[in-house]
């Protein structure tokens, strides 16, 4: 299931990257610069856009990486417009295009690390369900929050993506 | 890894019980009712916290039912108080107990059709990753993030829970 959750996630940042898009929009209809959107914050003492889209990113391709043993180059978090937030996310979108289910084939028993967790480790399986699958998603809709609480039009369907639904039976 | 996955969001249900808790003793800290809180919202076109907190449950709960075929009872969505949704809460993770994970075997291939759907229907695979769990973060986190923005002193590790760390290798 790594790689169907791994294209699921890939597919979010798709739909963040339109979000990012649509804020741009709104911004310009109300004759605002744009630029105000990534420091916008839902509480002072939380990250603001920016940041969120930026961890966002990370979560996902570091998870890549851990799982699979590929390396991920790091990114040094200067993006400020949402232009450059959006080459952000679809940087990692082209990350992820490069995986395949082979990749995660010794996913669950892998032994993953992060510097600040100082020698502690998680396995594959406890990492990706315990920590980076609940992080991407924080980040992901607190994105999408900050954007929603400012006026930008989205709705579920945004946040969704297309699903593969299915005819009904004849 | 449905097995992981729902004991995932269980552990995820348990700490919203916790913030729900903790956003009841911010308002009695600050002398105000904490009947406040059910009604609050990032938007005035968003549902507030008691449907986030109410949609949050019924999409693991479904999940659950669905994947598994084991029934669910409907809840009738008329929580209007903190201890209110803490209990509906409570009886979702109640509801979640009672699974083990045999009664997942034959998810990924099951028929899953929500009577809004009109007929069409998704894989109990597809259901799961491109619907469930998105759905089912989507309303945590924006739940917490409505307590967030209000002032309730919620953070990272309130979010994430207890994670399965090993200590470091000898």
């Not at 924080?138 to 945004?158: E, S």
């Amino acid at each position: 299931m790594y790689t169907e959750t791994f294209s699921q996630m890939k597919k979010q940042l798709g739909q963040l990257d339109k979000w990012l898009g649509t804020a741009a929009e709104h911004a310009r209809g109300k004759s605002f610069d744009p630029i105000v959107f990534p420091a916008l914050r839902l509480a002072p003492d939380q990250f603001p856009l920016a940041r969120q889209v930026q961890i966002c990113c990370d979560t996902v391709k570091l998870a890549a990486s851990y799982l699979s043993g590929k390396p991920a180059e790091p990114q040094p978090d200067t993006e400020q417009s949402i232009e450059e937030l959006q080459t952000r996310v679809r940087s990692v979108i082209s990350y992820l295009d490069g995986f395949s289910a082979e990749d995660f084939a010794g996913a669950a028993t892998r032994v993953v690390s992060q510097p600040r967790w100082k020698g502690e480790w998680m396995t594959g399986a406890d990492y990706f369900v315990q920590h980076a699958l609940p992080n991407f998603f924080f980040h992901l809709t607190t994105a999408y929050a900050i954007l929603r609480h400012n006026g930008v039009a989205l709705g579920k369907r945004d946040y969704l993506g297309a699903q593969t639904k299915r005819p009904p039976a004849a």
